[in-house]
């Protein structure tokens, strides 16, 4: 693991002729009912994030702590800030990466608020769009299997971070109080919603033990090297795994574009001449590519998050 904040420029240049991955742990600080504190979210992605950092020899950044909070911002102790200001400065950070000579950043957020989680994702866009490099935005909880969780629909401050909790910072806990299930109306948008949300818990503590605690981190762990790993273009399933007879590898065109020409010509067979002259057009004002590369990225070991 190489510490960022505690590395010098030299060390830094010389470390990055091994390693150009950085994650950055995103968090909140943010109410946690009666028994966690409100750094709980900042503190899990750190820990998670130099589980990883370690194990892969991962540049680790320091972490944001503030994100975006809505439904809690009216407890006393969570810090908040705008979606409007998470994004700028998480995609002027992002940039600033890149420009330090980063090919690969991953953003791994223990807040997952949709407010906060769209601020992190338009961030990421923007910063590819600026620059060339890869940018992951990953939720904690999106790598939790929650159908190991014994609490139904458990959220903030419930079973899986109580548990969490009780591993990294047992001194913080502060005992299991009763779960509680906020309700509010569906579609309704209401300016303040403290009054529904009780003791500030969203699922039910009581079940947390540090041995789940143990399953769980090992769980977000495991998630964050599976993205890691995961072959540019194919991150969410979207490009065909096998390559396709009518269309030839690495011939000029974006995945994407062959991947949708191709579901075409599934669908529709009748169009496969059709297709075949529109594939050859695209062909024809391509650049010619290197051999065994695919244009789109010039070279895929730089946007392998976890380089072999």
């Known amino acids: 693991m190489r510490l960022l ?15 150009r991955t950085v994650i950055l742990p995103v968090g909140a600080i943010e109410e946690h009912g009666p028994h966690l504190p409100t750094i709980t979210d900042t503190v899990q992605a750190m820990e998670v994030a130099r589980a990883v950092a370690e194990e892969k020899g991962l540049f680790l950044a320091p972490p944001l702590y503030y994100g975006v909070c809505r439904s809690t911002r009216r407890f006393p102790g969570t810090i908040t800030v705008g979606h409007d200001a998470l994004r700028a400065y998480a995609k002027d950070l992002l940039v600033s990466f890149a420009d330090s000579g980063f090919y690969r950043v991953m953003i791994l957020t223990g807040h997952a608020g949709g407010q906060h989680m769209a601020a992190l994702e338009e961030a990421g866009q923007m910063a590819v769009e600026e620059r060339d490099f890869r940018v992951s935005v990953v939720s904690l909880f999106d790598l939790i299997d929650f159908s ?16 969490l909790m009780m591993v990294i910072r047992p001194d913080l806990v502060k005992g299991r109080p009763e779960g509680h299930f906020p309700k509010r109306p569906r579609f309704m948008i209401m300016k303040d919603v403290r009054q529904l949300m009780g003791n500030g818990i969203m699922g039910n503590p009581q079940p947390a033990s540090p041995e789940k605690g143990r399953r769980y981190f090992q769980m977000a762990v495991d998630g964050v090297k599976a993205e ?3 072959p540019v273009g194919q991150d969410r399933g979207r490009f065909p795994s096998t390559p396709n007879p009518w269309i030839p590898a690495c011939a000029g065109m974006t995945p994407l574009l062959c991947s949708e020409i191709a579901e075409d010509r599934d669908s529709h067979p009748a169009h496969r001449p059709v ?4 594939i050859q057009g695209v062909l024809d004002q391509a650049h010619e590519p290197q051999k065994g590369c695919n244009p789109c990225y010039p070279d895929p070991r730089r946007y ?5």
């Not at 904040?5 to 390693?19: G, L, N, R, V």
């Not at 297709?275 to 529109?278: G, K, N």
């Open 5 to 19: 904040q505690e590395m010098s420029w030299p060390e830094i240049d010389a470390a990055q002729k091994e390693c």
């Open 148 to 163: 190991t969780v014994e609490t139904p629909h458990d959220g903030h401050a419930g079973e899986v971070e109580t548990s």
């Open 228 to 230: 890691g790993h995961a």
């Open 275 to 278: 297709l075949r002259h529109l």
């Open 304 to 308: 392998q998050l976890f380089p072999a």
